[in-house]
């Protein structure tokens, strides 16, 4: 059994599961985690996907190459990057309000009220790693610079 079957069995341990109680979870066949213990070669794509969908705690890096720590921490979330905010790297912060008197012609008058917003860049972040998962059930995992 290769390293990453090794993990994957690992993972059905430490969550007090059985393989039909895992495959349900994750929305694959029994038959599929049954057979992952047989051969030995790689889980396909789809299999390691719906693992990292639906076990959050679980550190991707450490299921595909055993690198890094196997739970993430509280602190450390994945994120959807198609639902984040379009000013997710700012912080804004509001430095004054400022009210303004606009008069009317009928000579009623209006209070403005006006602020000035300051966006902060955040750190820079860089790209650690890239995995892609391909429709025919594989994946392929880029490093820059590598």
């Known amino acids: 059994m290769n390293e990453e079957i090794q993990r994957i069995f690992q993972i059905i341990e430490d969550k007090n599961m059985t393989q039909a109680k895992f495959s349900d979870a994750i929305g694959v066949s029994p038959g599929s985690i049954s057979h992952l213990k047989k051969r030995s070669k790689k889980a396909s794509s789809y299999v390691i996907k719906k693992i990292i969908e ?3 705690d679980i550190n991707p890096e450490w299921l595909l190459t055993g690198k890094g720590t196997k739970n993430l921490t509280a602190s450390v979330k994945r994120t959807d990057l198609f639902n ?24 009623n008058r209006n209070i ?34 590598k």
């Open 84 to 107: 984040m905010p379009a000013d997710s790297d700012r912080q804004t912060d509001t430095v004054s309000t400022t009210d303004q008197t606009v008069y009317r012609p009928d000579g």
């Open 112 to 145: 403005i009220e006006k602020e000035v917003i300051i966006y902060k860049d955040k750190p820079l972040k860089t790209i650690e790693k890239l995995v892609i998962f391909f429709s025919d059930n594989t994946y392929e995992t880029f490093v820059p610079g």
């Open 54 to 56: 639906r076990f959050d």
